[in-house]
């Protein structure tokens, strides 16, 4: 079993920047890739950024690339969203989840976070 919590989420202008967190507590934090993906209202949930368990490895959705930036501190067990020129399309609530592997879809996510909100006005 795996806890996860987000935190980070907020309101920011178009333009602006915000670092999502995610702490996770329970079996061993480094055995897992993390993922994010994003809800909008009305909207399925969407991959955003992975990084595999070392850290050495990411992946983005083409929407983010380029603007957002995915780590990970196993010390601290941590993964983080580094989210800058941030658009109002970029308005959803932000979760995070683990993998067993540096996967986009969201059927290959065991453990969810319960989100935080980001709202980017224009």
């Known amino acids: 079993q795996v806890q996860l919590v987000e935190s980070g989420g907020g309101l920011v202008q178009a333009g602006g920047s915000l670092r999502l967190s995610c702490a996770a507590s329970?079996?061993?934090?480094?055995?897992?890739?993390m993922g994010w993906f994003r809800q909008a209202p009305g909207k399925e949930r969407e991959f955003v950024a992975a990084?595999?368990?070392?850290?050495?490895?990411?992946s983005y959705a083409n929407s983010v690339k380029g603007r957002f930036t995915i780590s990970r501190d196993n010390a601290k067990n941590t993964v983080y969203l580094q989210m800058n020129s941030l658009k109002p399309e970029d308005t959803a609530v932000y979760y995070c989840?683990?993998?067993?592997?540096?996967?986009?879809?969201?059927?290959?996510?065991?453990?969810w976070g319960q989100g935080t909100q980001v709202t980017v006005s224009s």
């Open positions: 989840g683990t993998s067993r592997g540096l996967h986009r879809l969201r059927v290959e996510y065991d453990y």
């Open positions: 990084i595999n368990w070392s850290g050495s490895i990411t």
């Open positions: 329970g079996r061993a934090f480094s055995n897992y890739a």
